[in-house]
């Protein structure tokens, strides 16, 4: 189907979003494409047909479908946010000379393209920058920094969110490649608290629980320039959530991140237990959650649900 609008003024009224909700997960619930992701082991224990998404509006009205309230961990979706708590708390130009803004174009978790930048420098949407950008976290002991991390991510979602135990604990036995790469960046000095330190944090924000419900309030927080539609509270400021919506774009789907913006005309970004959050800025945010994930790590009914909806709703920017 072709778009049915162009980009301007709010989303169409609250019935006919609730109908595109529902239309997009009967139309994307039967694909079978896409693999659930098993190098985190226990994220293997998904189940394919789990399927749920939501649509927040600005003016904090949700629209839900399937399994929007099914908690999974929320990964890489956690690297926006917390560029966000980074960037209020150092301010745009800062965090970009710490952690850098351009697209890699290589896989989230290589290590090739810091060895090929020159100035080491990464976007905070791949585990490089990610790991780089909560290495800047603030706080004076570990648990401090915890803290600002899990408060931060709670007030986007306004609600309190918690670590799953378990998903911390698989990742933080197999996660060597992230501990080499925070050694690397660290080797050339853009690792700015201890590489271990910014490795674990790094895992344990990856490692908290959220729903599609919660990703579509988060999204729809950055999408009103960083207020959480819900609980009206400014989580961010708005230029420096002009600079968050940047950087997803950039890299947001990794190397896939140009086709992404050529379909689907906005900000999005993924993460392996088969979340993805979407934002229409000054209209809402899409959060879907759909395990099984395409070659570059992004959920397969996800994309299709957000590009129908994208569509739908005549939410592309360009
Ligand atoms: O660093 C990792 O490997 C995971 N904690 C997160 C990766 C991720 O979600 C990539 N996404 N699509």
């Known amino acids: 189907a072709g778009p049915t609008a162009v980009s301007t003024g709010q989303l169409p009224g609250a019935a006919a979003v609730e109908g595109l909700v529902r239309a997009a997960w009967e139309r994307y619930a039967p694909v079978t494409d896409g693999k659930v992701a098993d190098y985190i082991p226990v994220l293997a224990a998904a189940r394919p ?4 998404l939501c649509v927040a509006a600005v003016d904090g009205t949700l629209h839900a479908a399937g399994e929007a309230d099914r908690a999974f961990s929320i990964q890489s979706i956690s690297k926006p946010f917390v560029f966000a708590l980074v960037c209020q708390a150092l301010g745009g130009g800062r965090a970009r000379e710490c952690i850098g803004v351009n697209a890699t174009g290589l896989p989230f978790n290589s290590v090739m393209a810091i060895e090929l930048n020159r100035d080491r420098t990464m976007n905070p949407m791949v585990n490089a920058g990610a790991i780089a950008t909560t290495s800047l ?3 004076r002991t570990h648990a401090e920094k915890w803290r600002f991390l899990l408060e ?11 670590m799953d135990a378990a998903v911390y604990a698989s990742e933080a036995a197999t996660n060597q490649r992230n501990q080499g790469i925070a050694r690397l960046l660290q080797g050339y000095g853009r690792m700015y608290c201890d590489p271990d330190e910014a490795t674990d944090l790094y895992t344990r924000q990856c490692a908290v629980n959220v729903t599609a419900r919660d990703l579509a309030v988060m999204g729809a927080t950055l999408a009103d320039g960083g207020v959480n539609p819900v ?22 789907l990794y190397e896939q991140s140009g086709d992404w913006l050529y379909e689907v005309g906005l900000p999005g970004k993924s993460g392996v237990a088969g979340g993805l959050v979407t934002i229409a800025p000054g209209k809402g945010g899409l959060g879907t959650f759909s395990p099984p994930l395409d070659e570059a790590g992004n959920s397969v009914r996800g994309q299709l649900a957000t590009r129908f909806l994208s569509e739908q709703l005549g939410l592309n920017l360009f």
Do not use: E, H, K
């Open 152 to 162: 931060g991510l709670s007030r986007f979602a306004g609600r309190d969110l918690a």
């Open 49 to 52: 047909d789990w399927f749920g």
């Open 231 to 252: 609980t009206r509270d400014r989580v961010l400021d708005a230029d420096r959530c002009q600079r968050v919506l940047a950087v997803m774009a950039t890299a947001g």
């Open 137 to 139: 976290v603030p706080g």
